[in-house]
């Protein structure tokens, strides 16, 4: 059976720094590329971040510069470091096994002064 937990997730003031974890099972993850996702209230579904089997990354324009995804393959855990966030940056951040339809269930991340 497939899980992926995310936890980190919470309030911070703009400006602030969060650091976000999935931690999978159930799976071969080292193979797997694996992405983090971020959906706000009335927007669609978007990424965030992507970080291949081979660690190559991609990042959202508007996340550039500020966040950064890594892994720890012999954890099976893949991070999302958050930094300068904004208020804009507050959604419920997902992560997902790319290629695969597994998602975990998210993590809400609010920044609000």
């Known amino acids: 059976q497939v899980q992926l937990v995310e936890s980190g997730g919470g309030l911070v003031q703009p400006g602030g720094s969060l650091r976000l974890s999935c931690a999978a099972s159930?799976?071969?993850?080292?193979?797997?590329?694996m992405g983090w996702y971020r959906q706000a209230p009335g927007k669609q579904r978007e990424l965030v971040a992507r970080i291949t089997s081979s660690e190559s990354t991609n990042y959202a324009d508007s996340v550039k510069g500020r966040f950064t995804i890594s892994r720890d393959n012999a954890k099976t855990t893949v991070f999302l470091q958050m930094n300068s966030l904004e208020p804009d940056d507050t959604a419920v951040y997902y992560c997902?096994?790319?290629?695969?339809?597994?998602w975990g269930q998210g993590t809400q991340v609010t920044v609000s002064s």
């Open positions: 997902h096994v790319e290629a695969l339809p597994y």
């Open positions: 159930g799976i071969m993850f080292r193979i797997y590329a």
